[in-house]
């Protein structure tokens, strides 16, 4: 008889052990958005011929590859409890600055270092006076976003073409991964970035300070975490990032122009509550976040597939989604208290 009974009970704690994981708010939603992710590109591939290929897979990396670097450095932000509204408007200076110096003759390492290093240091600026000056910070990165921009057409207020051979060559550059398929240095530039950002987050006392600052920063201090220093370098990775993303942009786009990447911030961010970071903080992860990017890549490249519907339903598709996971947020985070 308990020789009988033994595999049910078995067999019922492995269900438990999967309900848990599906209903925790820290492995829940991301798990959510896997297996959405992996249902939308089945569907995609028994509607449209030729869409269940490695090479449209990596198409969206190709693609959405800049965007994978913005989404990273909105997490760590958005981990601890923040929000980065300006990054749009550094893809569009990183990319408008690209432009124009290299258009002046400039050597394009250093065009990409004095971008990082700008896009670092408002990210410092941004930080600082989010702690210094306890400024909120929607209101601190809502004026840097209007700084950027703004700087931006002091820049160049024409689109200005980018002509120098290393930046056409990563524009066109593939790597063949066998089979056919390949994809751009951009892709492994996202994939480095993404790996360091995983490392960071969930193996170093940064990260466990970012986290902690998210579920609770007194908690974080009476523990002794550096929770003033985290606080203003997350927003200094967040600005990096976005320097990052822009020189990967101008890579895809080989323009700068001031109306660059308009809206992009809600991407990142969009993108970043659909890969399972709770908007409140101390919940996420970065490989979350990129799969959320996919996700919306995926919509968008099924719209282009279908042939017959507007782009706009690119915006309905993500702005329901995004509903659904900040509900499923709140429901699992409801259930844990």
Same mark, same amino acid.
């Given at each position: 008889m308990s020789v009988a009974?033994?595999?049910?009970?078995?067999?019922?704690?492995?269900?438990?052990?999967?309900?848990?994981?599906? +209903?925790?708010?820290?492995?829940?939603?991301? $798990? &959510? *958005?896997?297996? #959405?992710?992996? =249902?939308?590109?089945?569907?995609?591939?028994?509607?449209?011929?030729g869409f269940l290929s490695g090479q449209v897979f990596l198409n969206l990396l190709i693609d959405n590859s800049y965007l994978i670097v913005l989404a990273i450095g909105m997490s760590f932000v958005i981990i601890t409890g923040g929000i980065d509204l300006s990054v749009g408007a550094v893809v569009a200076l990183?990319?408008?600055?690209?432009?124009?110096?290299?258009?002046?003759?400039?050597?394009? +390492?250093?065009?990409?270092?004095?971008?990082? $290093? &700008? *896009?670092?240091? #408002?990210?410092? =600026?941004?930080?600082?006076?989010?702690?210094?000056?306890?400024?909120?910070?929607?209101?601190?990165?809502?004026?840097?976003?209007?700084?950027?921009?703004?700087?931006?057409?002091?820049?160049?207020?024409?689109?200005?073409?980018?002509?120098?051979?290393?930046?056409?060559?990563?524009?066109?550059?593939?790597?063949?991964?066998?089979?056919?398929?390949?994809?751009?240095?951009?892709?492994?530039?996202?994939?480095?970035?993404?790996?360091?950002g995983v490392w960071v987050l969930q193996y170093t006392r940064f990260g466990r300070t970012a986290y902690a600052i998210g579920g609770g920063e007194q908690s974080g201090m009476l523990m002794g975490l550096p929770t003033s220093r985290t606080k203003v370098l997350v927003y200094v990775i967040s600005g990096f990032c976005s320097g990052?993303?822009?020189?990967?942009?101008?890579?895809?786009?080989?323009?700068?122009?001031?109306?660059?990447?308009?809206?992009?911030?809600?991407?990142?961010?969009?993108?970043?509550?659909?890969?399972g970071t709770l908007l409140t903080g101390g919940y996420g992860f970065v490989l979350g976040s990129a799969l959320g990017v996919l996700v919306l890549g995926l919509i968008q490249t099924i719209i282009t597939f279908e042939g017959t519907l507007s782009s706009w339903w690119t915006k309905i598709f993500i702005g329901a989604l995004l509903l659904v996971f900040i509900i499923l947020q709140k429901v699992l985070t409801s259930r844990r208290t």
């Open positions: 009974l033994a595999p049910a009970t078995g067999l019922t704690r492995a269900g438990r052990r999967i309900v848990d994981v599906f +209903t925790s708010p820290k492995s829940g939603p991301v $798990l &959510v *958005t896997a297996v #959405l992710f992996v =249902l939308i590109f089945v569907a995609g591939g028994l509607r449209y011929r990183s990319t408008i600055i690209a432009a124009r110096l290299l258009q002046a003759g400039w050597d394009p +390492t250093a065009v990409i270092a004095i971008i990082l $290093l &700008v *896009t670092s240091t #408002l990210g410092l =600026l941004v930080g600082l006076m989010i702690h210094i000056f306890k400024v909120q910070p929607f209101i601190a990165t809502l004026a840097a976003m209007f700084l950027a921009r703004g700087l931006c057409y002091i820049i160049a207020k024409e689109s200005i073409s980018i002509e120098h051979p290393f930046f056409v060559a990563m524009a066109n550059l593939r790597i063949p991964l066998g089979g056919q398929m390949s994809v751009s240095p951009s892709v492994l530039i996202a994939l480095v970035v993404l790996a360091i990052l993303a822009g020189v990967l942009y101008a890579f895809y786009t080989l323009s700068g122009y001031a109306l660059t990447a308009v809206g992009t911030e809600l991407d990142a961010i969009a993108a970043v509550v659909i890969g």
